[in-house]
DNA sequence: TTATAAATGTTATATTATTACATAACGTTA
DNA sequence: TAACGTTATGTAATAATATAACATTTATAA
């Protein structure tokens, strides 16, 4: 089970703006939308997001500049990410496929590196853009 | 095999800067390095980073946003991309790995996406970094 | 050779992210 | 509860990354 962490104010804010919101967000449109609530300078939203990511509360969609929401309440929780992208209505999901997963949680190569952590982005075409 | 393709004067410049480096590099430190050369403008570098990644000659570190020259001659170039980068020095190789590329590129689960391209980062400790 | 696409040059600006510094709130434990 | 260390906050400035818009030139190929 993931720990329980209690978020700050700030955190708390901008998790729960991104949670509602169900795909990714970006820093400066969080930014626009809890201004209101007195968050008024990119650092507050980077720090708050940074901390959200480092408890596996959020993760960060490399390739768009995004935040998400995790989908995976449990597990490996940002040590191993994985998400669809699709590269016409920009959708993005996590994967959650245990086989996956475990492959590349146990990957090694000859490189000698030892693997900690990964990030794997898919990239098409969703259901409803394939239709179109 | 790839496709043969005749680079312009600022995308030889650029991908031999990249190409010699033997690493990453970012598109302002390219722009610093080629300046000398006529190059003056970040637009000229991104430009030329967007055409050479297009065709496969490098690809970008998203999680370092850099640019890095393909070490894999052949095969599903760009479309099928996988890294190990070390958290501590910062070095970055491709993986080539001819069982990990077929068992992603065949990936698929219940989305109904169709997934054409995938990008996949490990992070870990490097031999050299591991044993400090 | 002419039309079309690809690449270049230039300026300005948009977007994403961090540095630096000051202060406040929280959690522990003596 | 006082003192301490840690975490979070507030604010201003700025750094780093990337694109828009427009004019012109070069390469390709019909």
Redesign the interface.
């Known amino acids: 089970m993931q720990k329980e962490h209690n978020l700050s104010k700030n955190q708390k804010i901008i998790f729960d703006l991104i949670d509602k919101s169900g795909g990714p967000m970006k820093a400066y449109s969080i930014l626009f939308n809890v201004q209101k609530k007195g968050i008024k300078a990119p650092l507050q939203v980077y720090r708050a997001l940074d901390k959200l990511v480092e408890i596996g509360k959020i993760h960060k969609i490399?390739?768009r500049n995004a935040f998400i929401a995790c989908q995976n309440s449990s597990c490996q929780i940002s040590k191993a990410t994985a998400f669809?992208i699709?590269e016409s209505c920009e959708n993005v999901?996590e994967?959650s496929?245990s086989k996956?997963s475990k492959?590349?949680s146990n990957?090694s190569?000859d490189?000698?590196?030892?693997?900690?952590?990964?990030?794997?982005?898919?990239?098409?075409?969703?259901?409803k853009c394939?239709s179109k």
Do not use: P, Q, V
């Not at 590196?113 to 075409?125: A, H, P, Q, V």
């Open positions: 490399e390739s669809s699709c999901s994967i496929n996956l492959y590349l990957f190569d490189s000698g590196m030892k693997y900690s952590k990964y990030n794997l982005e898919f990239f098409g075409l969703c259901k394939k």
